[in-house]
């Protein structure tokens, strides 16, 4: 479930950013993903359910060290554009996506994922005043089935949803969440 809150006046969502177990300190800020991981651009990525943060935590982050660890922020809400659950903000959405890889096509260049989120997140989101975009992934069961996304396959209505901030004023607080040994 998705967790939301005020705090003098500003609109809060709880948002939990999975990183590989460090020995010696915890983390005072997020890390931003690197660009070849960006799918929404580069910027500090979260998830919106903590189901998924551990789920991250044991395919992706703990393959050097066995743990990984979850911090718990609060993400203030303003100016993060919301294509998961608002209508007309996911229509914005598409039209600037599908406008940006019409501007590749006419300039005969390949379309990509990276390509087209880079030039969104460094020409276009910071213009219209944009510092986060809340979108999700269609997931699929795992052929171990060890992961139940969908009993009625292939619908799968369980979101992976995730909040990409590209400004760190977005993140109002920051703290160790959870370890975990996988």
């Not at 460090?22 to 800020?29: E, G, I, S």
């Not at 500090?44 to 395919?59: I, N, P, Q, R, S």
């Not at 982050?61 to 809400?77: H, L, N, Q, R």
Request: charged share 30%; proline share 3%.
């Amino acid at each position: 479930m998705i967790h939301r809150s005020i705090t003098k006046n500003i609109k809060l969502l709880t948002g939990y950013h999975t990183q590989e177990y460090r020995h010696t300190a915890t983390l005072d800020k997020p890390i931003k993903a690197k660009p070849e991981d960006s799918w929404l651009g580069v910027g500090y990525y979260f998830w919106l359910e903590e189901e998924f943060a551990h789920y991250w935590g044991k395919d992706k982050k703990s393959k050097k060290t066995g743990y990984y660890d979850i911090y718990k922020a609060a993400i203030v809400e303003e100016k993060i554009l919301n294509a998961s659950f608002d209508e007309n903000a996911y229509f914005r959405f598409r039209q600037i996506i599908e406008e940006t890889i019409d501007h590749f096509q006419t300039k005969g260049k390949n379309v990509t994922l990276l390509q087209v989120h880079r030039f969104l997140s460094e020409n276009i989101w910071p213009k219209i005043g944009i510092t986060g975009i809340i979108f999700d992934d269609l997931p699929q069961n795992k052929e171990t089935k060890d992961r139940i996304y969908s009993y009625i396959e292939p619908f799968y209505y369980k979101k992976r949803i995730q909040v990409v901030v590209f400004d760190l004023q977005n993140i109002s607080t920051f703290v160790i969440f959870k370890e975990e040994l996988c």
